[in-house]
C-alpha cells in the first residue's frame, strides 16, 4: 500500500526533506566528480608509474642513467614503501584478495597507465585500507599495497557531521513548517465549532498573507452565519408566537362551546394541540446548544426520569442502567429532549416493549445509551434519510408527526459531539436507536 501523507504540515516536510536529499546527493555528486576523481586519478597515475619504474627494466629512460637502479634496491625500496608482492597460488594471499572489493574505475585507469590487464580491489585491513593489484605486468603475483594515510576514521567525522547537519536542517523545517501552519489548526478547529453550531469569537489575524486572507474571510463567513442563524431562530420564533394566538383563540372558543357541539370542539381541540406539538418540533430543531448551557448531571437518573414520565398503558419500559461513576457533562435539557424523542419514536411504532439502556464505552471514553423496541424495524437502507429533516418511516414503522423527531435527536447529539446510530434491535426485528456521547472532564 503505497504512503500518501495527507495534512499540509507533512506534505511540506516532505517536500523540504526530499530538497534536502537531492541537495546532499547533488553536493556528493559535484565533490565527488570535480575533487575527489581527479586526486584518484592522479594518485592512480603515480601509484601506476612508481610500479612501472619498479617492475620495468628495459625503460630506456632509466637504463644508463647514472641514477639507474639494480634489482637489490628495487627490492629495498618496495619494502619501504610497503608494497609486497606474493604468489597468487597462496590460499591465505588469495583469500585475502577475493575478499576485497573491486573498483572499476581504478582497474580502467590502473590498466591504461601501465598499458596490460590490470585488476586493482580495496578491503579494509586490520589498521588500514588495503589495495590489491593484478595484472599481467606481472604475472602469477599479486601485489599489495597498504593505504597507511587512509584512515576508517577519517570518514567518520565527515559522516557524523552530515548526518547532524542534515537532521538540524530536517529538525528546523518541521519547526518552521508547524509553526507557519499554526493559524491553519486554529482555523480547522474554529470551523469544526461552527460545524457543530457553536460559533467562536473572530480568530486573529496572524501569518502568510495568504492565511491572513483566508483568516479574514472565515471570520465574515462565521459571523454571516451566525447572524443569519439568530435572524432564523428570531423568525420561528416570531411566527410560533403569532400562530400560537390564534390558536389559543380557537382553543377558548371551544370551550364555550354549547354542550351539543363537545364532539366539534374535541375535534378542533386536538387540531389545535397537534399544531402546537408541530410548533414545538419546529422550534426543538432550530434550537442550537450553547457551550456554557453544559454542566454536570447524572446520566442513569435522567434516564429514569424520561422513562417513568414515559410510561403509559400498554406499553412497557424497562430499564438497564449501567455503572457510571462519572457525571455527564452535557445541556440536561437538550439530551432529556433527545431520549424523550426516541421513546416517543418507540412508543409509537414499536411493539409495546422498551428498553432504556446505559453504560460507559470499553475505553471508557463515551456514554452510550440505548433505546430498544420490538416493533417491524426499518430496512437499513432507510437509515440515512430517516435522520434527515422532515422525512418519515415507511409504511411498517407508520408515518405519523412531522418527521422532525430523529432529526432534532441527531442535531442535538452532533452538537455535543457525540453520534447517532440506528441499528436492528435484534435477529428477530426492532430498532436500537444508540446514543454515543464523548466524556468531558468536569473541570
Known amino acids: 500500500m503505497r504512503f500518501k ?34 586526486s584518484i586519478q592522479q594518485f592512480n597515475k603515480i601509484l601506476a608509474y612508481e610500479i612501472r619504474f619498479i617492475l620495468d627494466d628495459d625503460d630506456e629512460e632509466l637504463n644508463g642513467h647514472p641514477y639507474h637502479l639494480d634489482e637489490e634496491f628495487k627490492v629495498r625500496l618496495l619494502e619501504k614503501l610497503g608494497v ?9 594471499v588469495r583469500r585475502d584478495y577475493d575478499s576485497a572489493t573491486s573498483i572499476d574505475l581504478l582497474s580502467e585507469n590502473m ?18 585500507y588495503v589495495m590489491w593489484l593484478r595484472s599481467d605486468a606481472f604475472k602469477g603475483y599479486l601485489m599489495r599495497i597498504p593505504l597507511t594515510e587512509l584512515q576508517v576514521e577519517d570518514f567518520l567525522p565527515l559522516f557524523y557531521f552530515s548526518m547532524l547537519i542534515a537532521f538540524a536542517v530536517m529538525g528546523g523545517g518541521w519547526l518552521f ?22 460559533y467562536p469569537g473572530p480568530i486573529r489575524e496572524t501569518g502568510s498573507s495568504d492565511i491572513r486572507a483566508v483568516t479574514r474571510s472565515f471570520n465574515r463567513m462565521s459571523d454571516g452565519i451566525r447572524k443569519l442563524e439568530e435572524d432564523r431562530a428570531l423568525l420561528m420564533a416570531g411566527v410560533s408566537h403569532d400562530i400560537r394566538t390564534p390558536l389559543t383563540r380557537i382553543r377558548l372558543a371551544t370551550e364555550m362551546m354549547s354542550p351539543e357541539d363537545s364532539y366539534l370542539a374535541d ?13 414545538n418540533q419546529f422550534m426543538d430543531y432550530l434550537r442550537s446548544v450553547r457551550q456554557q448551557d453544559m454542566a454536570p448531571f447524572e446520566l442513569n437518573k435522567l434516564v429514569y426520569d424520561v422513562a417513568s414520565a414515559n410510561r403509559c398503558a400498554g406499553i412497557e419500559i424497562e430499564t438497564r442502567l449501567g455503572e457510571i461513576n462519572v457525571d ?9 429532549r433527545a431520549i424523550s424523542n426516541l421513546v416517543t ?47 418519515r418511516g415507511d409504511t411498517a414503522r407508520g408515518s405519523e408527526g412531522t418527521g422532525l423527531g430523529l432529526a432534532i435527536v441527531k442535531r442535538i447529539v452532533t ?18 436507536a444508540e446514543i454515543k456521547l464523548p466524556v468531558r472532564d468536569v473541570r
Open 5 to 38: 501523507p495527507r495534512s499540509h504540515v507533512t506534505r511540506t516536510f516532505f517536500v523540504l526533506a526530499g530538497l534536502l536529499i537531492a541537495s546532499q546527493v547533488f553536493s556528493y555528486v559535484t565533490v565527488m566528480h570535480y575533487a575527489l576523481m581527479p
Open 84 to 92: 609486497t608482492l606474493y604468489d597468487d597460488t597462496d590460499p591465505r
Open 111 to 128: 590498466s591504461a597507465q601501465l598499458g596490460a590487464w590490470t585488476e586493482v580491489r580495496i578491503r579494509l585491513g586490520s589498521e588500514s
Open 177 to 198: 513548517i508547524k509553526i507557519n501552519n499554526r493559524p491553519l489548526a486554529i482555523l480547522e478547529k474554529a470551523a469544526l465549532e461552527v460545524g457543530k453550531g457553536r
Open 267 to 279: 375535534s378542533i381541540n386536538k387540531d389545535t394541540e397537534e399544531c402546537n406539538e408541530i410548533i
Open 328 to 336: 455527564i457533562v452535557a445541556n440536561e435539557v437538550a439530551i432529556k
Open 345 to 391: 419514536n418507540s412508543i409509537r411504532y414499536g411493539g409495546g416493549l422498551i428498553r432504556l439502556t446505559t453504560c460507559l464505552s470499553a475505553d471508557n471514553r463515551a456514554f452510550i445509551i440505548a433505546v430498544d423496541d420490538n416493533g417491524p424495524g426499518i430496512e437499513p437502507s432507510q437509515v440515512p434519510s430517516l435522520l434527515e429533516p422532515f422525512t
Open 415 to 432: 452538537q455535543h459531539g457525540g453520534e447517532l446510530q440506528l441499528l436492528p434491535s435484534s435477529a428477530e426485528g426492532g430498532l436500537r
